[in-house]
């Protein structure tokens, strides 16, 4: 007799219902076979009973937790100079800088080339790279910053995005964070980056042309916030869902206006999408003052749960997808406010400090696969404490 399905043991490819409302995709979507990212209708396989299996591959070596609070090495540490010569000023929260070694530089570009093929097509592509800053001190990361200085880092965010986003010739903005080593971060003073592009990337523009879709379709009816005038939001629809509705444990932690899921299509092991769920949000722009708070709250949260995992500071890349440039004021709109503004955070650890998912092989060549089910992945951010395993008094 054939066994009974069970998630948490069985391979199986993840089926997002969510693309199976969607009117454009339903000729090749069947509900039971088809797994899907509804943001970029990708598929993972899913193989929870290969946690069994030793592990022989490659270990990491652990993080390095104890740094100096000032590193008089350090290119970002306040009053130190770069590398290129110029200086880091002397700053007492955040600071920000164009990058000195930045891979797109500033509009005008030179005229496109004549392509030699049809198939070799090239296209110049101008923008800025900038630099922030998240704190003055070189030993501390998000998950060990006060909320009034997570804060300042989002208005920060706030602050480049609309002067980036009103530079003539931009079309996105690309806010994002490398943290650790790991994720080829050269420097472990706490910052991000800000890439500006004159077209919008591959990615987001992926999740967009989805997001588009699904305003555009019709679905079972619903009590999820909608999207600009009135129209469904696949992402209002997915948090709501994961908020409300029984039986989904993939919450790792909630607060008054953001969620924090392993999102049922999550390809990193203990991959995290972060987003508002009360109502529909273009952008970092649209926040109010309480919704920014709130956000701050739970960047502290997430980070220092991820961070108590392993004991380590967890490596991360993490980005934000909203509006590609915002309007002049919140209250406008125009066809991208179907953007719902939302956070990835891509973590490569899956088993402890010094294992690392690889992306090789069967997800270079195939199709993506995780070990651990989002759920059980979930659990185990849960149960981490909201206090910093480096804040806890040794006694
Ligand atoms: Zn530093
Ligand atoms: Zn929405
Ligand atoms: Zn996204």
């Known amino acids: 007799m054939a066994e009974i399905f069970d ?16 009117n454009t995709h339903n000729q090749k979507c069947s509900f039971d076979f088809f797994a899907d990212n509804p943001l970029t209708n990708e598929h993972v396989i899913v193989s929870p009973h290969r946690n069994k299996r030793p592990w022989l591959g490659q270990v990491e070596p652990p993080q390095n937790d104890k740094l100096p609070q ?12 770069r590398a290129g010569g110029k200086k880091t000023e002397v700053y007492e929260h955040t600071y920000i800088f164009e990058n000195d070694y930045a891979a797109v530089l500033p509009p005008p570009m030179p005229e496109a080339p004549i392509n030699p093929h049809h198939l070799l097509t090239t296209k110049p592509i101008g923008g800025d790279c900038d630099v922030l ?13 006060l909320i009034e200085d997570i804060e300042r880092i989002i208005e920060e965010w706030i602050k480049i995005y609309v002067r980036r986003g009103s530079e003539e010739g931009i079309k996105h903005v690309q806010i994002f964070e490398n943290k650790g080593a790991m994720m ?18 591959t990615l987001p523009a992926h999740e967009m042309a989805n997001l588009i879709d699904y305003s555009h379709s019709v679905h079972p009816p619903s009590d999820a916030p909608r999207g600009p005038h009135g129209k469904p939001c696949l992402l209002c629809e997915y948090a709501h869902t994961e908020v409300n509705i029984g039986g989904t444990d993939r919450v790792v932690v909630k607060n008054g206006h953001w969620v924090a899921v392993v999102p049922w299509w ?50 991360y890349s993490m980005g934000i997808h909203q509006r590609p440039i915002p309007l002049s004021s919140p209250e406008e709109t125009d066809e991208d406010d179907v953007a719902h503004l939302h956070l990835h955070f891509s973590p490569p650890l899956l088993r402890s400090a010094t294992v690392k998912k690889f992306m090789a092989g069967i997800e ?29 008094s040794e006694e």
């Open 7 to 22: 998630p948490s043991t069985h391979p199986h490819r993840r089926c997002a219902c969510l693309a199976f409302f969607l």
């Open 70 to 81: 000032y590193d008089p090495a350090c290119y970002l540490c306040p009053g130190n100079t």
């Open 133 to 145: 800053i998240f704190h003055p001190r070189h030993d501390l990361t998000i998950p060990r910053l």
């Open 184 to 201: 080829g971060c050269s420097n472990p003073h706490p910052h991000g980056q800000i890439w500006s592009f004159t077209n919008v990337p």
């Open 266 to 315: 999550a390809y990193w092991p203990f991959e995290i999408l972060l987003l508002p769920y009360r109502r529909h949000i273009p952008s970092i722009f649209h926040l109010t003052p309480e919704e920014k708070t709130s956000f701050a709250d739970i960047l502290s949260k997430i980070t220092k749960r991820y961070d108590n995992l392993f004991s380590c500071s967890f490596a």
């Open 364 to 392: 270079l060549m195939a199709e993506s696969q995780r070990d651990i089910t989002p759920e059980q992945a979930a659990q185990r951010l849960r149960e981490c404490s909201e206090i910093h395993y480096m804040d806890v």
